[in-house]
């Protein structure tokens, strides 16, 4: 987490604000997104210094990515970590307990977070509650100790209880990084703020049309040539910039990624696409094409959905896809493995003499059937090894495996479809989570986006359960926001698109999702608290959706 960059009078300021907090203030209660379960302020003050012990009572090695969590905190706030004790003495009075109790009610992700007089207790199942304790702790702390001098000495926290749950397993964020290619450092600030919102999945979108990105070391022309493009369109397709453009994540990168994200308590979920967007690798092995050798393929230069995608006619498409799996199990740890299967067009399968002599010989109806054809054997490829597939709504068109899970992108339909029919189902509906469309209708100041209208009140408004009765809601394994990079090409406006939308996300994932428990105005207040928190660890943040205007410090 970076500080920023702020004036000195900023400086001052809070400087003069904390040490006003330091001495008399009763510290009011405080702002927290995502909402916590239940939180009781006991009007109390809990002065916590850099004297202040951490004690726990789980393995070293279990626990460590939490200390580190709350030792970032405390370099912010005194400029140095705290320092470690083996027990709490009875009335040594400043400490930070991190409790292991293996039978909480609360499940794997929750926690207990109390502060008294005499110390902060946490308690929890697993380091993955206690993490989000931390991250809890870290809204608790007040946002000008964040920017204060560091020979800062106390600092009040308001005693509390806090009783802590995730409402959803798979709370998730998607990463775009073909359409434009984010740096590692990127990633990792990208991860760092899905941490602080309490997100535990992030599902990282890696093969497209516009370029492949993941280094495969059995296939290496997908990264020396499918990495690559040789222009990108500028505008809705109206014209091309003329500059060569690619990038990839070596096996390197990715394994560094994902321990990044492990020591934070998120999975990440790779996509494969198949049997579409394809172009990146038809490019650099045109043998995988209906039109093979002749096909003349290239890596997208275009926005849009291209027609060419893989034949499903060949064996050797399949051993590609599995050869390529094979490489992202060996990175991946993740349980769900995403393969795509949106907006693939069938049509080069319906001219494709292989195509259709695969549905002739296992008897499938027509092409959405060969496309279940593929998904299928690309289940029982990742089941074999332990694996279960995710794929967009689209694998449901020509019949599913009970097994798979189903990403509901267009519309929430697909996601009660599957729920319907004992499917999983992850929500990322267009119209609550895509965060690449706009949030504004005054676009005078706003970068060229896709379209769409997806403001902070219509994200908070997704009811993950809409159209479906208690015994199917229970297939809904969490929800998800998107976004596509077309129209994003730096790391300022990409955040841009994501706060403060991802509170909202956030708080639909963690906090129960239901219409009579959410009132949106309360949240509100909660994402403009929150928006400060982003600007001292020097997060860009969309500011209009402050109804009132610009908060003090933009
Ligand atoms: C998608 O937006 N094509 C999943
Ligand atoms: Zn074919």
Redesign the pocket.
Known sequence: MRKSIISLVMLLFAAVAVSAQSTKAEPAAPSIVPLPTEMNVTGDVFVLTNDTRIVTEFDEKEIKFVKNALNEIMVEVFGRELKSASKVKPGDGKYILIKKDAAKKCGNEGYTLEINKNGINITAKSAAGAFYAVQTLRQIVPVQAYETPIDLQTLNLPTLKINDNPHFAYRGFMLDCSRHFWSVETIKEMIDILALHKMNRFHWHLTEDQGWRIEIKKYPLLTEIGSKREQTTTGHNVGMDGIPYGGYYSQKDIKEIVKYAQERFITIVPEIEIPGHSLGALSAYPWLGCRGEKGNYKTWSNWGVAPEIVCAGKESSFQFWYDVLEEVLELFPSEYIHI?G??SPRDEWKVCELCQQRIKDNNLKDEAELQSYVTNRIEKFLNERGRKLIG?DEILEGGVSKNATI?S??GSEGGIKAAKSGNMAIMTP?GHC?FDYYQTTDRKDEHEGIGGYVPLRKVYALNPYEGLNPSEQRYIMGVQA?L?TEYIPTPMQLQYQVLPRLGALAEIGWTNPSPENKNVDEFITRAKELSRYYYVFGYNCAKHFFEDGVQEGW
């Open positions: 795509g949106d907006e967009w990403m992108w267009r267009n895509y998107n596509w």
